[in-house]
């Protein structure tokens, strides 16, 4: 069965530190996508990115940058110089395709909320 | 911009009505799903669908169905509610066509079952 594990259930920090989200997942398809979602208190999530396991480049976004590591099974997700507006519970997911006849389809972690304190 | 949109945001209902949740998304895509958000769980996902009139059991879809009659509308469909189905749910839709795409999400329906 796959499954994501995001290990830290609560983490805060003080604004301008660096942190880094961990997300560990197990598979055992070849094929498949990481995801990371955000969760602002106003509730909606919001995507934020999305690998595919044939590609393990990291990536940078402005002060957000992930590190995916097939050899470890991880897709950590690091932001630098935080804010207070990074405060949100960040889920970590796990796709694997064709979606039919599969007892597991999409997993989420079950989040990591994160305090960015002023 | 995508829109996902569900037809309540806070639901309260007594203990063996029947609910149904609406979501609707505007962007034509192929994929929707409904997930139940419980403090500690994390997402859990209820039901999906691929394309219209098909859906696929997920993690957790006992006393539960779904029906997709139009490509941009699902619904959740709670047919006896019971006190442990008080939750937020979620609904969310992602394109298809041979790969896993990023999943848009609504603002969540709060439901409390009395």
């Known amino acids: 069965a796959q499954k994501v594990t995001q290990a830290q259930t609560e983490i805060s920090v003080v604004e301008k530190e660096d942190v880094t989200l961990d997300c560990v997942y197990e598979t055992r398809d070849t094929t498949y996508y990481l995801f990371w979602y955000k969760q602002p208190p106003s509730g909606e999530l919001v995507f934020l990115i999305r690998?595919?396991?044939?590609?393990?480049q990291n990536e940078i976004s402005g002060r957000y940058s992930w590190n995916f590591q097939k050899s470890t099974s991880s897709f950590n997700f690091t932001i630098t110089a935080s804010q207070v507006v990074d405060s949100a519970v960040y889920f970590c997911?796990?796709?694997?395709?064709?979606?039919?006849?599969?007892?597991?389809?999409?997993?989420f972690g079950k989040g990591t909320r994160l305090h960015i304190l002023p | 911009d995508v829109k996902v949109t569900q037809s309540s945001r806070y639901l309260v209902k007594r203990t063996g009505e029947k609910v149904f949740l609406e979501c609707v998304q505007d962007m034509d895509h192929e994929n929707m799903f409904w997930y139940r958000q419980d403090p500690g769980l994390g997402l859990r996902l209820i039901y999906f669908?691929?394309?219209?009139?098909?859906?696929e059991k997920g993690d957790i879809p006992e006393g539960y169905s779904v029906s997709r009659e139009k490509k941009e509308r699902f619904s959740l469909i709670l047919e006896s509610a019971s006190t442990n189905q008080t939750s937020m749910y979620l609904c969310a839709s992602s394109l298809s066509s041979g790969q896993a795409y990023e999943q848009y999400f609504g603002p969540g329906t709060r439901l409390t079952v009395t």
């Open positions: 669908s691929y394309d219209v009139k098909m859906k």
């Open positions: 690998r595919n396991s044939f590609d393990e």
């Open positions: 997911a796990l796709e694997s395709l064709p979606y039919r006849d599969r007892d597991d389809k999409i997993i």
